[in-house]
């Protein structure tokens, strides 16, 4: 059973950091791309950050570089985004996701696998 588990969100005031973990089971870990994605109330789904676990390519979306950082650690089967000098704009259940391809790709709709998201408040 493929299994994506968050973890490591919370409240956060703006200019601090949070670290999150998305711990996979369940496939192959190193054939995968691993995206994160974000969604804020009533706004639609969208990509933050990934990295190709074959040659740890990793690609961000404009408003997240320079403070957010992915890496993965394939020993653990465990992808991370560290997320420094957060804004309240960044606030957002975050999701990791999975696909079996060599690349990764910053939008949601080539992910098969889904985890349950876990919630990331930044305060003003």
């Known amino acids: 059973e493929v299994r994506l588990v968050e973890s490591g969100g919370g409240l956060v005031q703006a200019g601090g950091s949070l670290r999150l973990s998305c711990a996979a089971s369940?496939?192959?870990?190193?054939?995968?791309?691993i995206g994160w994605f974000r969604q804020a109330p009533g706004k639609e789904r969208e990509g933050v950050s990934c990295?190709?676990?074959?040659?740890?390519?990793?690609r961000y979306t404009d408003s997240v570089k320079g403070r957010f950082t992915i890496s993965s650690d394939n020993a653990k089967n465990t992808v991370y985004l560290q997320m420094n000098s957060l804004k309240p704009e960044d606030t957002a259940v975050y999701y990791c996701a999975a696909v079996w391809s060599l690349f990764c790709v910053v939008i949601p709709s080539p992910y098969d696998y889904w985890g349950q998201g876990t919630q990331v408040t930044v305060s003003s």
């Open positions: 369940g496939f192959a870990f190193g054939d995968y791309a």
């Open positions: 990295i190709s676990n074959s040659d740890n390519a990793t």
